[in-house]
């Protein structure tokens, strides 16, 4: 599928803008850079006084980012601009690559771009016929069917369930390990089919109830992806990487993302790192919402570093 007639609109922008609140000469971090709609706006905010880094392991999403921030900054405006191919949770390597020691503002959108979404080749989507891949960085190598044909019943159920609370991971599980015996699962329409199966529900014609597939096509991009395991580094580098003042903020797209930054920022708090600036989660207005359902689940949540001592 050719993926760069299909443009991704960021999130929340009015939130981050005013919660992150760039400034001129600042240095911006924005750690999912995807089309480069959040990097654009910062880009303008800090001026051409500012430095602008972003990250990204999805070669394509950096070319259009590149592109976007080249046409839609003036070049009287633009501030440095350093776009690596890197995942966030190697902050700290890339940082010292670049020999900066702190940073102002750092942005993580945690959910994929929607070209990567509609890729078929990718294998994100349970509405599309595809490889069973979900690698978003294809230097990985483990693809999701892998997981599936390898993992045991119970360690397949456990992902199902510890990673989008999947009630029935365990029917789920069994039905995938029988099916298995008979032949590798290659592709997305062999897993909805047997996932279906499993649960006894049809594969099409939903009217509005979320799809049988939908959570263990989560989790299971969420472990070829170690997007736990990434964010959880994330979170642990910021304190260092931040200079007082600095502002961190992370947008989340399910509740299991949401509450591991929730307690990373209250723990911080406690401990006198952070001040917590959204009380609760800053959610897409009803508008927003309505011009870009895929923003509907979107959660941001922002802190503050606190000066050292």
């Not at 999805?58 to 009287?76: C, G, K, S, W, Y």
């Not at 601009?81 to 690559?97: G, P, V, Y």
């Not at 070209?115 to 294809?138: C, I, K, N, V, Y």
């Not at 989340?252 to 911080?268: I, P, W």
């Amino acid at each position: 599928m050719q993926r760069d007639g299909i443009e991704h609109e960021p999130v929340l922008c009015g939130p981050v803008l005013s919660l992150l609140d760039p400034r001129p000469g600042e240095t911006v971090v924005d750690a999912t850079l995807g089309h480069g709609g959040h990097a654009r706006l910062m880009a303008e905010a800090i001026g051409p006084t500012g430095r602008l880094i972003g990250f990204d392991v999805d070669e394509q999403n950096i070319e259009r980012a590149r592109r976007r921030l080249e046409h839609m900054v003036p070049p009287d405006r633009r501030p440095s601009i350093s776009l690596l191919r890197a995942n966030f949770h190697e902050l700290n390597e890339q940082l010292d690559l670049l020999g900066v020691a702190q940073v102002d503002v750092v942005l993580a959108d945690l959910g994929p771009s929607t070209d990567q979404l509609l890729d078929t080749e990718l294998g994100l989507s349970f509405s599309a016929d595809g490889p069973l891949d979900m690698r978003l960085d294809s230097r990985l190598s483990t693809t999701a069917a892998d997981l599936v044909n390898a993992m045991g019943e119970n360690d397949l159920a456990d992902l199902f369930y510890n990673l989008s609370q999947e009630r029935f991971s365990r029917r789920i599980a069994r039905r995938i390990c029988k099916v298995r015996h008979e032949g590798r699962i290659w592709r997305t329409s062999e897993l909805v089919r047997i996932i279906c199966s499993a649960v006894g529900e049809p594969a099409h014609s939903r009217a509005g109830r979320i799809h049988p597939a939908t959570r263990v096509f989560l989790a299971l991009r969420m472990a070829v992806n170690h997007e736990v395991e990434n964010l959880q580094s994330l979170l642990g580098l910021l304190p260092d990487r931040l200079r007082s003042g600095g502002r961190a903020g992370i947008i989340s797209f399910h509740s299991g993302e949401d509450r591991l930054v929730k307690q990373d920022f209250l723990a911080r708090k406690a401990s006198g790192l952070y001040e917590i600036r959204t009380k609760k989660p800053m959610t897409p207005s009803r508008e927003e919402c309505a011009s870009n359902p895929r923003s509907r689940s979107a959660k941001l949540r922002v802190a503050a570093r606190l000066p050292a001592g």
